[in-house]
């Protein structure tokens, strides 16, 4: 009868396939063990030897208990102690043992015995040698010069916890104070029946922490970096993180609601080009996001003075565009970002309010418009709607009818053949002063070029408009040279 185990596993092979994860994890996941079993002081010496292509490692923690187990530091997925706690990182029973798949030899102490990996593939156990507290690994790694180097280049990633001290060749892991801690209600895994890890939600503690010149943002399962996110800040989520089996990455929804997270708590920090990063234009299109930071993301991509573009009001977007605001498209913002403003909208928190709002077009004239009042006419506005009569059959050919109203958003409208003048808007001092001052005089015919242009061209900022003002003053210029000082406005009689 056979003794073959169902699995055999090739060292050399499964060794290969970790060179993919670089060097660094080797000392994290050492390191992580060491503080899943509540050790208050980790020393950790690694060196080259004199063998090429050789280092050794290792690693002294003075964990109260060392491991529970000796047996799990050579049985791949024995049920963990640590997976059914969400406050430690363990959850496979697996990371010591892709440790071993990079060794050539590796020994074990610990409080319950002694495991020794030989060269030639054996292992003897021993209950002999004993650590007094915690647990001593020792291992020759199959690990270059530039593998060294790369490994000891990360460990200053490592955030170590409160009360926990880290020393790598004798030099201790400096300890980084948060730029922020809030607690946060976010996805992680717990035991459930039969030992399954299933998948709950849980409210944990997160730091904001600053990373160093050169770093780039990582994401951390209690102090131990997991992934690169190349964020503005490192993460540290101080409970076990939903990693996938190579315990380099989350899932995107995960990732989504921490950035959120960290949205709603930095926004006042972000520079204006962080607003554009892609971390930043994900986390504004989260649901979790809150208005005022995704007020800030607005206010540093788009400028404060912005609004959307109004399909139902063309002229106010090329209104709001020649006042010096940002026109923003709705192919400019995210599906999840359009849905947001939705939801702001419908709070009373327009953060991006319609063009049409903000500046609405006139429409004294459409069959929708809400009728205008007329105002009380004095002598000076008779005087202003006689000039605006002849200048408007000067540049137009058409002699317009001319009202003043009570309008609080326009100073002038023009439709086909009429004017109205905005008393509200503009004052009666504008009347007065445009038939006794020549200051005043300019400001009537700039406000009259401009209005009458609509006769032809509806559209402000387009070329036609521009050029049908400049022909309107070329005009208004002829025709007072042509007609000398009597071609302006006069008060008409007494003042009614």
């Not at 926990?164 to 892991?173: C, L, P, S």
């Not at 035991?191 to 990582?218: M, N, Y």
């Not at 080009?273 to 607005?298: C, G, H, I, N, R």
Request: glycine share 8%.
């Amino acid at each position: 009868m056979g003794t073959d185990n169902w699995l055999t596993v090739d060292r050399a092979g499964l060794g290969k396939l970790l060179e993919r994860k670089g060097s660094a994890w080797v000392l994290f996941e050492l390191i992580q063990n060491a503080l899943d079993e509540d050790a208050k002081k980790v020393s950790v010496h690694l060196v080259s030897t004199v063998r090429r292509g050789r280092a050794l490692l290792q690693v002294t923690d003075d964990s109260p208990n060392g491991w529970v187990d000796l047996r799990h530091a050579y049985t791949m997925f024995a049920p963990s102690w640590k997976k059914g706690d969400p406050e430690k990182r363990g959850r496979f029973n697996l990371g010591e043992k892709l440790v071993l798949a990079v060794c050539e030899s590796a020994t074990v102490k610990t409080m319950d015995g002694s495991v020794y990996f030989k060269e030639d593939g054996t292992r003897t156990r021993s209950g002999r040698h004993k650590e007094d507290r915690g647990t001593f690994f020792e291992a020759v790694l199959k690990f270059t010069n530039a593998q060294v180097n790369e490994a000891l280049a990360a460990i200053p990633l490592l955030l170590p916890p409160d009360g926990v001290t880290v020393t790598v060749n004798g030099v201790e892991v400096e300890r980084r104070k948060p730029l922020a801690s809030l607690w946060v209600t976010l996805p992680t895994e717990a035991e459930g029946e039969g030992g399954v890890l299933r998948k709950t939600s849980r409210r944990c503690l997160v730091e904001i922490v600053e990373p160093l010149l050169e770093e780039r943002g990582h994401l951390y399962e209690g102090g131990v970096p997991v992934v690169e996110t190349g964020d503005r800040w490192h993460v540290n989520v101080h409970q076990k993180v939903p990693l996938n089996f190579d315990r380099d990455n989350v899932p995107p929804a995960f990732l989504r609601k921490v950035r959120a997270a960290v949205l709603n708590e930095m926004a006042g920090k972000l520079e204006d080009e962080d607003a554009a990063e892609p971390w930043v234009q994900e986390a504004a299109s989260s649901p979790e996001v809150e208005p005022d930071a995704f007020a800030t993301v607005l206010d540093k991509v788009h400028g404060v003075n912005r609004v959307m573009r109004d399909p139902s009001d063309r002229e106010a977007n090329s209104t709001a565009f020649s006042h010096g605001w940002t026109v923003v498209s709705g192919n400019q913002l995210s599906p999840g970002m359009r849905e947001n403003l939705k939801r702001f909208r419908a709070d009373g928190r327009d953060t991006l309010p319609p063009a049409g709002q903000r500046f609405p077009t006139p429409k004294p004239y459409s069959e929708d418009g809400e009728p205008v009042k007329h105002a009380v006419v004095d002598g000076f506005m008779r005087g202003v709607e006689k000039y605006a009569k002849a200048v408007g059959k000067a540049l137009t050919g058409i002699t317009p009818e001319v009202s003043f109203v009570l309008a609080p958003n326009f100073g002038a409208a023009y439709g086909p053949g009429s004017l109205d003048f905005s008393v509200q808007r503009l004052g009666r001092a504008f009347f007065r002063r445009a038939c006794e001052t020549m200051a005043g005089l300019e400001d009537l015919d700039d406000l009259l070029c401009h209005e009458f242009a609509h006769h032809r061209v509806v559209d402000h900022l387009s070329h036609e408009f521009h050029a049908a003002v400049s022909r309107n003053a070329a005009k208004l210029a002829a025709v007072c040279r042509t007609e000398g000082g009597s071609f302006r406005p006069y008060p008409d009689g007494a003042l009614e």
